[in-house]
């Protein structure tokens, strides 16, 4: 194989999720670090942008948005869209027809869920299966099928586009089940672009006292209960970015991507149910506890696995003393051990896949 001088990163680059941001912007910023002419693959979808700015005002649902709260989500989605024009982008070409975009040595498809068939609005999209872009090569990057469970396998016809792939690397043991079983190809294992391309935190977040950041919602009340108590007896303030959650003590839902990455570095513990909240905990060597919801229950306990943190997921069943010990006390040496050792593996595949 050729070295590839101009690459196409296609993922979901342009959603309200911090982690979506930081992922995309991390993965193309790191290809150009390393000499790369990279840049993010700019599809656009007018009914992908309906369903995305739905959900970015109504993030909760089923419950309801209070209507103090519409201006805040609306604030935090303008910080967003200049967060995206920010960002190396392609010339605009529609999502269902990939023919219009330009020419690419190669493309690399992911991170994120961009197998997921299951997402709600990207879910079933061929392009993300490689349909129709115009590469020389195709590879992908920590791609994920979310919460598309082994279980249920992979239809043949779904099976058969990724065989136009030269290489394969998964963030997950759920999505490596997933193609070992569907494509019989053992993909490789790497890290999620934010853990491999850490961003660099510029600036303190404007909080006058240490706190534990909170990232997610929905959270479920033994949770939140455990959490609050452990904070009220270190007197540590609850400050919850993003989304509204009635047991923290402030809120910064209008954070936008920069700002989230600033409070989640300068906190003194995470609290989340999100992947990205553990990312970001784990790059920044912070203290976390996380209850991962149904939807990114695979992503999660696949991380937190991966790197020796798994002990870090708790549930109802945690005892509460747990708390103060996860919390409250530095991360085990070996997790930024393994993660080291992970960098490395996923810095190798890079050169193979580039080379």
Same mark, same amino acid.
């Given at each position: 194989m050729t070295p590839a001088s101009r690459?196409?990163?296609?993922?979901?680059?342009?959603?309200? $999720?911090?982690?979506?941001?930081?992922?995309? %912007?991390? !993965?193309?910023?790191?290809?150009?670090?390393?000499?790369?002419?990279?840049?993010?693959?700019?599809?656009?979808? &007018?009914?992908?942008?309906?369903?995305?700015?739905?959900?970015?005002?109504?993030?909760?649902?089923?419950?309801?948005?209070? &209507?103090?709260? +519409?201006?805040?989500?609306?604030?935090?989605?303008?910080?967003?869209?200049?967060? +995206?024009?920010? !960002?190396? !982008?392609?010339?605009? +070409?529609?999502?269902?027809?990939?023919?219009?975009?330009?020419?690419?040595?190669?493309v690399i498809?992911?991170?994120?869920?961009?197998?997921?068939? %299951?997402?709600?609005?990207?879910?079933?999209?061929?392009?993300?299966?490689?349909?129709?872009?115009?590469?020389? %090569?195709?590879?992908?990057?920590? /791609?994920?099928?979310?919460?598309?469970?082994?279980?249920?396998?992979?239809?043949?016809?779904? /099976?058969?586009?990724?065989?136009?792939?030269?290489?394969?690397?998964? %963030?997950?043991? $759920?999505?490596?089940?997933?193609?070992?079983?569907?494509?019989?190809?053992?993909?490789?294992?790497?890290?999620?672009?934010?853990?491999?391309?850490?961003?660099? /935190?510029?600036?303190? &977040?404007?909080?006058?006292?240490?706190?534990?950041?909170?990232?997610?919602?929905?959270?479920p009340d033994w949770f939140s209960t455990g959490v609050a108590q452990w904070a009220r007896e270190n007197e540590l303030m609850l400050v919850s970015i993003g989304y509204r959650n009635g047991w923290a003590d402030a809120h910064w839902v209008e954070a936008g991507p920069r700002d989230f990455a600033r409070i989640m570095a300068g906190a003194e513990a995470v609290a989340t149910n999100f992947f990205h909240g553990c990312v970001f905990a784990l790059i920044n060597g912070k203290p976390f506890v996380c209850a991962p919801s149904d939807y990114r229950f695979n992503k999660v306990r696949d991380l937190a696995a991966g790197v020796g943190a798994s002990r870090h997921l708790v549930s109802a069943q945690t005892p509460r003393e747990d708390y103060d010990a996860l919390l409250g006390q530095p991360l085990d040496p070996r997790i930024e051990r393994n993660i080291a050792t992970l960098r490395q593996r996923s810095a190798a595949y890079l050169d193979a896949v580039l080379h």
């Open positions: 690459i196409g990163v296609l993922t979901f680059h342009r959603c309200i $999720n911090y982690g979506s941001y930081w992922q995309a %912007r991390c !993965l193309v910023e790191g290809l150009r670090g390393l000499g790369y002419e990279a840049e993010l693959l700019d599809h656009v979808s &007018p009914a992908v942008d309906r369903a995305e700015w739905r959900c970015a005002l109504s993030p909760v649902l089923p419950q309801r948005t209070a &209507p103090a709260d +519409f201006p805040l989500y609306a604030e935090k989605a303008r910080k967003f869209f200049d967060a +995206f024009a920010q !960002l190396p !982008l392609s010339p605009p +070409f529609p999502l269902d027809d990939p023919a219009q975009m330009a020419d690419y040595d190669l498809v992911g991170s994120d869920e961009v197998w997921n068939l %299951r997402h709600p609005w990207y879910g079933g999209k061929s392009i993300f299966y490689g349909d129709g872009l115009r590469a020389g %090569r195709l590879a992908s990057y920590a /791609a994920s099928f979310g919460n598309h469970a082994v279980s249920e396998g992979l239809p043949s016809d779904w /099976a058969q586009k990724l065989q136009q792939f030269d290489r394969i690397s998964i %963030r997950d043991e $759920n999505s490596r089940q997933l193609i070992e079983t569907a494509l019989e190809r053992e993909p490789e294992m790497v890290l999620d672009p934010v853990m491999q391309f850490p961003p660099a /935190a510029s600036g303190e &977040p404007d909080l006058d006292e240490p706190y534990v950041a909170i990232y997610g919602h929905s959270f």
